[in-house]
């Protein structure tokens, strides 16, 4: 995760939510660093699930083979 970020993600049984300190509804625009920071860690979050399915699936694909 990164240092000291002005936000906070939740992840809760697969869902992530995000919590920006100070935010209003122009957030996107106000705050774009920090939006696009939580978009970049969002994604993080899925890319990584994303690999971890991926390597359990190959492993049962393999021991399925076997």
Known sequence: MLA???????????????????????FMVEHASTFDKVVLEILGLAERAYRSRVAEE?????????
């Open 4 to 26: 000291d970020p002005p936000f906070a993600v939740i992840e809760d049984r697969g869902a992530a939510g995000v919590v920006i300190s100070g935010a209003t509804h122009g």
């Open 58 to 66: 190959t492993q049962l694909d393999e021991a399925l083979a076997g």
